[in-house]
């Protein structure tokens, strides 16, 4: 079912403009049009952005939106656009064992993302706790009613005008890209996000063993690994047993991996399955280049979730890019200790 027949059962119809750049505007490290300081005493100086803590002294980030864009994570998919550009990533697993991405841009808006892909009902728990917009390519008919519940405005290649294209150089369905300044500039009343996670001085030391690299274990070869990287202080990821490089040629490098342990009700990868986000379950976190070890818990939809330590306390991340690995509970992490 595409999005233009789905609208049809729902009040979620967008028009009117936001904005009036149609360029990346950029925090923290990437060069732009407007460049913001990476760097600060502390982060009650001023406004942060809230998906990535990073300073932002114009404000910018409080008068847009969360856009979700829904990416392609297959091996015909690489490289992928926009991808160093989002605030926070989600890894989920779908039919067939595969990854996908939920790619959720507040900070920086690139007019280049994807390739974009379809919904799934774990999207849903993903957006709800932020709202805003959500872009996708389509999606099975269960995947978009369950899209619909969510407070977000919907958009796909019917509905979302210049702001979706096809890219000629590459063959479908891994052509289909987004421009998020575009889309940003369809939300008439935009809402800024709410935090989802907690943050540290960029300067504070994190607790937990030094980490020198480890595996999120995906099966069926989407396995992905991330080493520490002294220098930017980061995690550099691959994927397929190569460095993930975006099309633009910049390292995948997050300041933060958080790897939750679910529950994929019905069987991970089977058809109509989704990461269960509602509940408890053990987390890992690498952040600071150490681990901490906890629990993750989120009791209604509305909810941002929470990560503790094994000692009772809430887990700061360090300001920058965030991934959130949606790992089953049948596979595991490999860990890499630092000497």
Do not use: C
């Given at each position: 079912?595409?999005?233009?027949?789905?609208?049809?059962?729902?009040?979620?119809?967008?028009?009117?403009?936001?904005?009036?750049?149609?360029?990346?505007?950029?925090?923290?490290?990437?060069?732009?049009?407007?460049?913001?300081?990476?760097?600060?005493?502390?982060?009650?100086?001023?406004?942060?952005?809230?998906?990535?803590?990073?300073?932002?002294?114009?404000?910018?980030?409080?008068?847009?939106?969360?856009?979700?864009?829904?990416?392609?994570?297959?091996?015909?998919?690489?490289?992928?656009?926009?991808?160093?550009?989002?605030?926070?990533?989600?890894?989920?697993?779908?039919?067939?064992?595969?990854?996908?991405?939920?790619?959720?841009?507040?900070?920086?808006?690139?007019?280049?993302?994807?390739?974009?892909?379809?919904?799934?009902?774990?999207?849903?728990?993903?957006?709800?706790?932020?709202?805003?917009?959500?872009?996708?390519?389509?999606?099975?008919?269960?995947?978009?009613?369950?899209?619909?519940?969510?407070?977000?405005?919907?958009?796909?290649?019917?509905?979302?005008?210049?702001?979706?294209?096809?890219?000629?150089?590459?063959?479908?369905?891994?052509?289909?890209?987004?421009?998020?300044?575009?889309?940003?500039?369809?939300?008439?009343?935009?809402?800024?996000?709410?935090?989802?996670?907690?943050?540290?001085?960029?300067?504070?030391?994190?607790?937990?063993?030094?980490?020198?690299?480890?595996?999120?274990?995906?099966?069926?070869?989407?396995a992905t690994s991330y080493v520490w990287n002294t220098e930017k202080k980061s995690w550099d990821r691959s994927i397929y047993d190569e460095p993930d490089v975006s099309a633009?040629?910049?390292?995948?490098?997050?300041?933060?991996?958080?790897?939750?342990?679910?529950?994929?009700?019905?069987?991970?990868?089977?058809?109509?399955?989704?990461?269960?986000?509602?509940?408890?379950?053990?987390?890992?976190?690498?952040?600071?280049?150490?681990?901490?070890?906890?629990?993750?818990?989120?009791?209604?939809?509305?909810?941002?979730?929470?990560?503790?330590?094994?000692?009772?306390?809430?887990?700061?991340?360090?300001?920058?890019?965030?991934?959130?690995?949606?790992?089953?509970?049948?596979?595991?992490?490999?860990?890499?200790?630092?000497?």
């Amino acid at each position: 079912m595409t999005l233009a027949i789905a609208l049809g059962m729902s009040a979620l119809v967008v028009s009117s403009a936001y904005g009036d750049s149609t360029t990346t505007t950029t925090l923290g490290d990437a060069t732009s049009t407007t460049t913001l300081p990476t760097t600060t005493t502390t982060l009650k100086q001023g406004p942060v952005a809230p998906l990535t803590g990073l300073p932002d002294p114009l404000g910018v980030t409080k008068h847009r939106a969360a856009l979700t864009i829904k990416i392609d994570n297959t091996p015909e998919a690489m490289p992928q656009y926009g991808i160093e550009d989002a605030d926070v990533v989600y890894e989920e697993i779908v039919e067939g064992g595969i990854t996908r991405l939920a790619a959720i841009f507040n900070s920086q808006l690139p007019t280049q993302v994807g390739p974009v892909r379809s919904v799934r009902k774990t999207d849903r728990e993903i957006v709800f706790p932020i709202r805003g917009i959500f872009a996708f390519s389509g999606g099975a008919e269960y995947a978009v009613r369950s899209i619909m519940t969510a407070p977000v405005k919907l958009f796909d290649e019917a509905n979302s005008g210049a702001a979706m294209f096809r890219d000629a150089a590459r063959y479908p369905p891994h052509n289909l890209f987004a421009n998020a300044a575009l889309l940003m500039k369809m939300d008439a009343h935009p809402s800024a996000p709410r935090a989802l996670f907690t943050y540290s001085s960029p300067n504070t030391k994190t607790p937990g063993p030094h980490v020198k690299s480890f595996v999120v274990g995906f099966a069926n070869g989407f396995a992905t690994s991330y080493v520490w990287n002294t220098e930017k202080k980061s995690w550099d990821r691959s994927i397929y047993d190569e460095p993930d490089v975006s099309a633009n040629g910049v390292r995948i490098s997050p300041k933060n991996v958080i790897v939750m342990t679910v529950q994929y009700p019905g069987g991970v990868g089977v058809l109509g399955s989704y990461a269960q986000l509602i509940g408890s379950g053990p987390v890992e976190i690498f952040s600071g280049g150490t681990l901490q070890r906890g629990t993750w818990s989120r009791h209604d939809l509305r909810q941002a979730t929470v990560y503790k330590s094994s000692s009772g306390g809430v887990i700061n991340l360090k300001p920058g890019q965030t991934w959130v690995e949606l790992l089953d509970v049948s596979d595991h992490v490999s860990v890499t200790l630092a000497n």
